[in-house]
């Protein structure tokens, strides 16, 4: 089971993705229903299953998105997972795909070591997004 700062940063990404014109169409976590419709598991890419899959329709382009709690960045899984992510991306075509990652704020700098070190760092079609402190420390029983 997901932690809550997963989700809420899985909430997050689903809403930047809406905000950027994607409707999503697969999300891990708990039961989510956009426009009336129950939205299904992610499919594995590669060796790993993303958080969220949106869809532009107009365009055609997928978002994939994945949330990384700061204790996840160090991982060799999340090294795989954005490795698997860039990979699709960099075999198709750059304007077919994107990657968004959600991170809390303390994690920001380990964030851009690790897109660094991965070949990521300003790809255009690679972006990440950052939970405020404010909710990270507000990540209690009571608050939500």
Known sequence: ??????????DLIGRKM????????????RNYVVHGEQ?????????HRPDVIGINIETKVLCIGE???ASDLSSERTREQLSDYAN???FTSRQRFELIIGIPKN????LLRLMSNLALKGL?????IVLPEELVE?????FI
């Open 1 to 10: 089971m997901p932690s809550k700062m997963h989700q809420m940063l899985v």
């Open 124 to 128: 255009p079609n690679v972006s990440y």
């Open 18 to 29: 809406y905000e950027k014109g994607y409707i999503p169409v697969a999300f891990d976590g």
């Open 88 to 90: 699709i991306i960099g």
């Open 138 to 142: 507000s990540d209690r029983e009571d």
């Open 67 to 69: 949330a990384k709690t």
């Open 107 to 110: 994690a920001e700098n380990v």
């Open 39 to 47: 939205v299904h598991i992610p499919p594995r890419i590669n060796r």
